[in-house]
């Protein structure tokens, strides 16, 4: 469990490829430019953060890669599925088959346990992780058998990455999930992401406003104003248990 896979290829063919992304809302009046023109490649395995002020186009670059959203024009693929002109059941199996979600709100089912919360969503997916190996993944072992009511908040966020990751998914899309958490319980969510792209190498693309989490990034891109206005690449990149918060 120990061992670090070797660094995402870059020189290969990227799994997310993206070419002048963009989106607009119309608002009455004006148009909001929500993202501009961005090109983008992911490659297998990487662990990239999207850093930027609140606005700055970041949920609508995750849910346009994710599935949930369309540009309004550019290309988006996943290998070789287009993400763009895709129709309403294309993408559901995609985000079904290959996506796994963890947002700010963590929406366990309350009348279940932790065990029960991971692994119904275990019985869908086609290649799973054993649930509790999902489980011990996130440092929750010794909670098995309890109930959402009785966990921390920083708790049900760890079981809700439980449940992202025990469908083995292609990708993990993070949106701020440490959001409603103080700072010291984001971290222990920050790490077990982290860990998780370590361990089972699913490209994983998180948002967040903790700066911290860059140094365990593979590479950092910040946004403004829906463009990439900046891009850093870590050449070390720590892991969970090296990180300085
Ligand atoms: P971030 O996640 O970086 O805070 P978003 O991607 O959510 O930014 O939003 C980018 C811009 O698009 C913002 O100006 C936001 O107000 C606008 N926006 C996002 N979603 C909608 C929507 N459904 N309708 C209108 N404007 C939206
Ligand atoms: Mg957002």
Same mark, same amino acid.
């Given at each position: ?20 992304? %963009?989106? /607009? ?6 148009? *909001? ?6 090109? !983008? #490649?992911?490659? $297998? ?65 309350? %009348?279940? /346990? ?6 119904? *969503? ?6 799973? !992780? #054993?649930?509790? $190996? ?67 190498? /699913? ?43």
């Amino acid at each position: 469990m120990d061992v670090h896979p070797p660094k995402p290829d870059s020189s290969g063919s990227p799994v997310f490829h993206a070419r002048g992304l %963009s989106k /607009t809302y119309r608002m009455g009046e004006i148009d *909001v430019h929500a993202l501009r023109d961005v090109d !983008l #490649d992911i490659f $297998e395995g990487e662990f990239v953060v999207l850093l930027g002020p609140s606005g700055s186009g970041k949920s609508t670059l995750l849910n346009i890669l994710g599935g949930l959203d369309s540009p309004t024009s550019g290309e988006a693929r996943w290998r070789d599925h287009n993400l763009v002109g895709a129709t309403d059941a294309e993408l559901t199996r995609y985000r079904r088959e290959h996506v796994g979600f963890v947002f700010q709100f963590y929406n366990l089912i309350p %009348s279940l /346990t932790v065990l029960e919360n991971v692994a119904l *969503v275990n019985e869908i997916a086609e290649k799973p !992780l #054993d649930p509790l $190996e999902a489980i011990t993944l996130v440092g929750l072992e010794e909670r098995i058998d309890h109930f959402p009511s009785q966990l921390s908040g920083g708790e049900q966020q760890r079981v809700a990455v439980a449940r992202a990751i025990v469908k083995s998914p292609d990708v993990l899309m993070c949106d701020e999930p440490t959001g409603a958490l103080d700072c010291e319980t984001g971290k222990v969510v920050l790490a077990a992401i982290a860990r998780a792209n370590e361990r089972l190498r /699913t490209t994983t693309i998180i948002i967040t406003h903790n700066a911290a989490i860059a140094g365990m990034a593979d590479r950092v891109l910040r946004l403004g104003g829906g463009r990439i206005v900046g891009e850093e690449r870590n050449t070390h990149r720590l892991s969970a248990e090296e990180v300085r918060w």
